[in-house]
C-alpha cells in the first residue's frame, strides 16, 4: 500500500553523502548487500557520483522506486536495486549499473533511507560530506548522461520528468 510518507519522504530521514572507502569496492558493496539482508526495508545504494546531477534526482529515484515496489511493477529484486534504474533513467539493470553504479571507493555517493544502516557502513568511510552539488556540477553529469535540456526548463522539472518516462521503458 503506498502510503503519504512514501511520496513525501522527510527529507530529514534520508542520507545521502558523497563519500569515499579506503577498501576496495567489492568489499564495501558485500558490507552493503549483508546490511542490506539484514534490514529488508532498508534502501541503500552507492551511485558514480559522475551520474548523480542532484539530491532531487536521487531522493524522485527512491520515490520512484517505493511506488514500483507498492505496485509491484518492480523490474528489481528489491528497492535499492530498483533505484539504481530510476536514477540511470533505464529499466535495464546491467544499463543502470554501468551507467549509475560506483564505480570505484574513492570517490561515490551514498544513499540511504536508514539511519542504523549508514551508522553500520560509516566505520568503513574514510570521508563524508553532505552532497550538495553546484548547478554547474549538475549540469556537467546531465550534458554527460546525454540528456538535453531546454533553457526555458528547470534542471530539476526536468530530470523528475526523466525518471517518470523512464517508468515506460521496455
Given at each position: 500500500?503506498?502510503t ?16 569515499s572507502c579506503?577498501e ?21 545504494q ?12 536521487l ?11 507498492s ?21 535495464q ?22 539511519k ?9 568511510l574514510?570521508s563524508?560530506?553532505?552532497f ?29 520528468e ?9
Open positions: 500500500m503506498l503519504e510518507k512514501m511520496l513525501n519522504p522527510n527529507p530529514h530521514s534520508l542520507i545521502i553523502k558523497k563519500a579506503a576496495p569496492l567489492q568489499d564495501l558493496i558485500e558490507n552493503i548487500s549483508r546490511i542490506r539482508k539484514s534490514d529488508k526495508k532498508c534502501v541503500l552507492v551511485f558514480d557520483p559522475r551520474a548523480i546531477a542532484t539530491r532531487e534526482h531522493i524522485a529515484s527512491y520515490i520512484e522506486a517505493k511506488i514500483s515496489f505496485e509491484k511493477t518492480a523490474r528489481a529484486g528489491d528497492p535499492s536495486m530498483e533505484m539504481l534504474l530510476f536514477a540511470a533513467m533505464t529499466r539493470i546491467s544499463a543502470a549499473i554501468k551507467i549509475a553504479g560506483a564505480k570505484n571507493s574513492e570517490e561515490f555517493i551514498l544513499f540511504t533511507d536508514s542504523p544502516a549508514f551508522e553500520r557502513l560509516r566505520s568503513m574514510t563524508e560530506t553532505e550538495n552539488p553546484s548547478e554547474k556540477d549538475a549540469l556537467a553529469v546531465v550534458r554527460r548522461l546525454g540528456i538535453k535540456v531546454g533553457r526555458s526548463t528547470s534542471l530539476t522539472n526536468f530530470l523528475l526523466r525518471i517518470a518516462l523512464s517508468r515506460l521503458e521496455q
